[in-house]
């Protein structure tokens, strides 16, 4: 399976892609930065980014929540 499931702003020029992706045999989760090129106005992937195998999906999902919730406790993000 190779889909792109979320994509949202980073900033002005850059997105953030949240995609299922399958390389050697691998199903994987990848978490990556897209820039705009100078020379046209497509789209590519940068190195920044993070691809796990899906069987630790469930521990990126904790790693995110206890993240949220210490930065909502810090108010540094709204309830």
């Known amino acids: 399976m190779d889909q792109t499931v979320t994509v949202f702003p980073k900033n002005k020029f850059q997105e953030v892609r949240v995609g299922i992706r ?6 994987l989760v990848d978490v990556r930065i897209w ?3 100078q ?3 497509q789209m590519v ?3 920044k ?3 796990i195998n899906v069987h630790l ?3 990126l999902i904790k790693a ?3 993240t949220e919730k210490l930065l909502k ?3 540094l993000l709204e309830s």
Do not use: H
């Open 73 to 75: 406790e810090s108010k």
């Open 64 to 66: 995110l929540n206890d």
């Open 35 to 37: 820039t705009m090129t």
């Open 22 to 27: 399958e390389f050697k045999g691998n199903d």
């Open 49 to 51: 980014g993070v691809t």
């Open 45 to 47: 992937p940068t190195a």
């Open 39 to 41: 020379s046209s106005d």
């Open 57 to 59: 999906l469930p521990q």
